[in-house]
Structures are given as structure tokens and as C-alpha cells.
């Protein structure tokens, strides 16, 4: 298996990642929003938003 954040052979430890290095990588890029599913946003206080197709999840 192959390390997702840098491509080589991944390290038992650390899997699936080669090193704590790739793994703390991967952290940083969840906690600051790297893989966020963007979305539309919906205004609440708009109830018309609630059901206008564009804003249902597919």
C-alpha cells in the first residue's frame, strides 16, 4: 500500500501512511478544512431556501 500523502511504501506503524511525518500532514490538512465537501450554505431564517432543489444534497 501506498502512502496517500506522499506515495511510498506505507510504514506498519503509521498505516496507511510511510511516516508520522505524512501522518501529522494528513492531520493538518483535516483540521484546517483542506477536505472539506464544499457546499451551498442555506440561510436559515429563509424557509423558501428549504425547498429550492439547488440546496438538496444529490
Known amino acids: 500500500m ?3 500523502i506522499c506515495a511510498r511504501k506505507s510504514d506498519e506503524k503509521y498505516k496507511p501512511f510511510c511516516s508520522r511525518r505524512c501522518a501529522d500532514v494528513d ?4 483540521l484546517t478544512g483542506s477536505y472539506a465537501i464544499p457546499t451551498a450554505a442555506i440561510d436559515d431564517e429563509n424557509p423558501e431556501d428549504l425547498t ?3 440546496y438538496r444534497p444529490q
Request: charged share 40%; aromatic share 10%.
Open 52 to 54: 429550492d432543489p439547488k
Open 2 to 4: 501506498k502512502c496517500p
Open 27 to 30: 492531520l493538518a490538512k483535516w
